[in-house]
């Protein structure tokens, strides 16, 4: 029994940072009944452009929606609102990332889900914040990373904003929530009562410059972290060079490659003068490494106490034999295509196997079950099915 076998979570999420989080719950055991809403869904479903051409499954859907039964309903309509209404007073946690104000409109704020169920843990990630002058404003990763400062992190003076295409934000959001609901879930095991837990994309994005804050806040200086790396060229590859932590980096970097200490430059004497003059040594040194392959020059400099690591496309890191013993790569089925190789989640339990897990489903898929569930009888719902109330699409793999 995975730790939280027996809790009930209502997901209202979409694209990445609440369905991400929905997930997470999942692997730890959380019963996770998604909730759409006809006739889209989830708009991750068709944001996968090849996917939704091939009338398939979305490999996005698929990379966030497993472990979870999917309920496909009407919420604007009366009936939708009392199905709704029954499913929050038997669950335990329910999660969204509508925009402020959504939920409420609807009959579904966090005092009234709390008036129907005092238990219930209201969990909720906005773009960028409940209210203030950008509340309303339509959110994402790459807006949070724009707003937040993350999109000029490391850039030089004069130099374009570097937006990064892994939307870490998000990621770094649902694992936020995550940890807000569990954190709420074990106080509600003292009180009896639930909470409000609630994040943003905003928020997440100007705590994930925790370092960066606290040098200009404290000594007004600016930290950039990229000063400390320098990417060279090999005979087969890249690699990565840090000078973090030693006194004179560059002085090691040419004992492990045996040519003439650079150091002795005035220019270059210290790793404080090195970091200034970096694009100098990327001039002097990079011709050399280039002679070299690349694990020639770890081995180099391995050898002399030097940081580096081989730069590596996703397919060269799905494939290292870190990832596979770490587990780092899951295999879940996927309608229409097999078994695949997903991204995991990145904890381990001892006596729990997280990666037994519900495949991802199509929209609506499990709606009569969930309803049956509940207490909702046949005929009840073929009446809701008959008033379109609730709605089911196969995603299934053209043959």
């Known amino acids: 029994m995975k730790p939280l076998a027996g809790v009930k979570v209502l997901e209202l999420g979409m694209v990445m940072q609440v369905p991400l989080a929905a997930q997470m719950l999942a692997d730890y055991g959380a019963e996770v009944i998604k909730v759409e809403r006809p006739p889209r869904g989830d708009i991750i479903r068709d944001l996968d452009e090849v996917g939704t051409a091939r009338d398939e499954m979305s490999c996005y859907y698929a990379a966030v ?28 946690v329910l999660i969204h990332n509508f925009r402020p104000g959504v939920m409420e409109r609807i009959g579904f ?17 906005t ?7 950008l509340a309303g404003m339509p959110g994402q990763d790459m807006l949070a990373q724009s707003l937040s400062g993350f999109a ?23 694992v936020h929530l995550t940890q807000g609901i569990l954190a709420a879930l074990f106080e509600r095991e003292r009180s009896g009562l639930g ?20 040098s200009r806040s404290v000594y007004g200086y600016r930290t950039s972290w990229t000063d400390y790396a320098m990417i060279f060229p090999t005979a087969d590859g890249w690699i990565t060079v840090l000078t973090l932590f030693r006194p004179n980096p560059l002085q090691l970097l040419c004992r492990a490659f045996g040519v003439e200490d650079m150091s002795i430059d005035p220019k270059l004497a210290n790793a404080s003068l090195q970091r200034e003059n970096a694009a100098l040594i990327q001039d002097r040194f990079g011709p050399i490494i280039a002679k070299f392959s690349t694990d020639d020059c770890l081995e180099r400099l391995r050898d002399t106490d030097i940081l580096a690591a081989p730069v ?18 899951w295999e879940v089925e996927v309608p229409g295509h097999g078994r695949r190789k997903l991204a995991g989640t990145p ?30 009888t046949a005929d009840e719902i073929q009446a809701l099915r008959d008033n379109a109330v609730i709605y089911q699409r196969d995603e299934r793999a053209k043959t």
């Open 65 to 92: 929606g497993r472990g979870r039964k999917d309920i496909c309903i009407d919420i604007k309509s009366v009936q939708g609102r009392e199905v709704l209404t029954r499913l929050v007073r038997e669950c335990d």
């Open 109 to 125: 704020g966090p005092d009234r889900v709390r008036e129907i169920n005092p238990r219930m843990i209201y969990a909720v990630s």
């Open 127 to 133: 773009s960028f914040g409940p209210e203030g002058p």
């Open 152 to 174: 000029m992190a490391g850039i030089g003076e004069g130099e374009k904003p570097r937006l990064t295409s892994v939307p870490v934000i998000d990621y770094a959001a649902a």
């Open 195 to 214: 909470d409000v837990v609630s994040t943003s994309l905003f928020d997440v994005a100007l705590a994930s410059q925790v370092l960066e804050i606290a």
């Open 312 to 329: 590596l496309d996703l397919e060269e890191a799905i494939a290292h034999e870190q990832t596979h013993l770490n587990r780092a790569i």
């Open 347 to 376: 904890v381990r339990l001892g006596r729990h196997n997280l990666e037994d897990t519900r495949p991802p489903v199509g929209l609506g898929a499990d709606s009569e079950k969930v309803l049956s569930e509940f207490g909702y």
